[in-house]
């Protein structure tokens, strides 16, 4: 007697494919808001110091010139008020979109069995981390999605269509690379897939999509009245669309960028605000899925068909992140897993290129098939082993925590509500003391920005604001003209 094979509802089935997204937002919200006990420096540059002086139509330094992450940010603050942690809710509201783009690509691309690498990517501990800071950066790994979902609907059967898709598709490309600098190795493969997708270069559609990367493009250099340092910073080598990364053809450096980058992914964060205890390789087991997807390429490779261009794309973006990466170096002197997230996006691209071959392959041994699966699904195990793990370590303070002013409490809102109230009330004289009365380092810029811009954009009547000057040994007002004018140094 034959056994009959359970049939599932495919509508059950398609509900259950999408809860994973709004299941994986979830978990990205509770890791999120679990890392809100400390706040880094480069968030506080970058989310509110940055943000504050574009409200003043200026750029701090040539390095911090991101205009397309402190533009929304400005918007956000100028609309809804001030909140140390706002940029954490923009990249939520990211992640949402983001995680359903993905599903919604991967719906049409792979059918409902793209459950496994929608799991895994959106597991991805670099992903998660990256996702809950609110410094930018990873935040290509959000977006990518988003254009990947939009390019779906470039087609030259569908004039209007395509104008509209490549329209946003110029808008986001643009703001992402005013965001953070590394998104430019990404830009030839976006450019190819476009002229895939077309056909043939069509001028109308082709001018949307340059017209919408001007658009955003042009007006946040618009708000910007110091252009000299916008452009080239002379005293910090920054500039638009560089930051703060310098090139280095030395050889330790570059081996000592490769070297972080192996650590990164096999073992935990070792680099410039990579803070997991567990990378995305980590404890030996993945390597076993990582090292059947690289031979399973080689042998995709050799049938030369259309997923030639597929392995092509990942292996271009791959080496492009390997070569811009080792060969950048900035102020801190480490190595960045920021930077090396093409490499990321490469493997996640070819993983999810081998499971879809996996079930459109004839398979004369189905046990063959079955183990085959199980090597994937190892990958899914590690991520959630990874995330419990990673989500415990939050609580340990980070490297890079700002502390004085911001960590008088346990909660850095709550510290800032502090001296907002205070300096509602009196005079703020701030000074670089402990408790005991003793000189600590720290810096005025950011603390300065974040309870001006909370008096501004919340619309409080705050006094005066003082900083302790050891040239003049006497507290003096903060204003953004004192780093302007290099009275004091950055």
């Keep these: 007697m034959k056994?009959?094979?359970a049939n599932i509802d495919p509508e059950l089935l398609e509900i259950g494919y999408w809860i994973l997204p709004i299941l994986l937002f979830v978990l990205q919200a509770i890791f999120t808001f679990s890392s809100f006990n400390q706040i880094r420096y480069e968030e506080l540059a970058e989310s509110i110091r940055n943000v504050f002086w574009l409200e003043k139509g200026l750029v701090y330094d040539g390095v911090s010139s991101n205009l397309g992450w402190y533009l929304p940010?400005?918007?956000i603050y100028k609309l809804f008020g001030f909140s140390l942690f706002a940029a954490k809710y923009l990249r939520l509201g990211i992640a949402f979109f983001s995680?359903?783009?993905?599903a919604a690509v991967f719906k049409k691309l792979l059918g409902l069995k793209a459950w496994l690498p929608?799991?895994?990517?959106?597991?991805?501990?670099?992903l998660i981390f990256f996702s809950c800071l609110e410094a930018q950066f990873g935040i290509e790994l959000q977006v990518l999605p988003i254009l990947i979902w939009l390019l779906l609907y470039v087609?030259?059967?569908k004039t209007w269509q395509s104008v509209l898709a490549l329209l946003g598709i110029g808008v986001i490309a643009m703001i992402t690379w005013l965001s953070y600098p590394a998104f430019i190795i990404y830009i030839p493969v976006l450019g190819f897939w476009i002229v895939y997708r077309l056909g043939q270069k069509k001028l109308v559609q082709l001018s949307a999509l340059v017209i919408g990367g001007l658009i955003p493009f042009l007006l946040a250099i618009s708000l910007v009245t110091n252009k000299n340092v916008l452009w080239h910073d002379p005293k910090t080598g920054g500039g638009l669309f560089r930051g703060a990364g310098q090139l280095s053809f030395s050889l330790t450096h570059i081996w000592n960028n490769v070297i972080g980058l192996i650590s990164d992914l096999l073992s935990k964060g070792t680099s410039y605000y990579y803070e997991v205890a567990a990378g995305d390789f980590s404890y030996l087991f993945p390597l076993v899925s990582l090292g059947f997807v690289t031979y399973t390429c080689y042998q995709v490779w050799q049938q030369k068909d259309k997923k030639r261009l597929i392995i092509f794309s990942a292996i271009i973006v791959m080496v492009l992140s390997l070569f811009l990466s080792s060969m950048t170096s900035d102020p801190s002197g480490l190595p960045g897993m920021r930077r090396n997230t093409g490499v990321l996006v490469g493997i996640y691209t070819l993983f999810?290129?081998?499971?879809?071959?996996?079930?459109?392959?004839?398979?004369?041994?189905r046990q063959v098939k079955q183990i085959v699966i199980g090597v994937c699904i190892l990958l899914l195990v590690h991520h959630g082993l990874a995330y419990i793990v990673n989500i415990s370590s939050l609580s340990k303070p980070s490297l890079f925590q700002a502390g004085l002013w911001f960590g008088i409490y346990e909660n850095p809102q709550k510290s800032i509500d502090f001296w907002a109230t205070k300096a509602q009330k009196e005079p703020l004289e701030l000074a670089c003391k402990n408790e005991a009365g003793e000189n600590v380092y720290c810096r005025y810029p950011e603390i300065y920005a974040t309870l001006a811009g909370s008096c501004e954009w919340n619309k409080l009547n705050c006094r005066e604001i003082y900083g302790f000057d050891n040239k003049t040994q006497k507290f003096i007002p903060l204003s953004v003209e004192l780093w302007r004018d290099y009275y004091w140094e950055h």
């Design 73 to 75: 940010l400005l918007g």
């Design 118 to 126: 929608l799991l895994v990517i959106g597991l991805s501990p670099t």
């Design 99 to 102: 995680l359903l783009s993905l």
């Design 352 to 365: 999810t290129l081998i499971w879809d071959w996996i079930f459109n392959k004839k398979w004369v041994d």
């Design 155 to 157: 087609s030259p059967q």
């Design 3 to 5: 056994s009959k094979k």
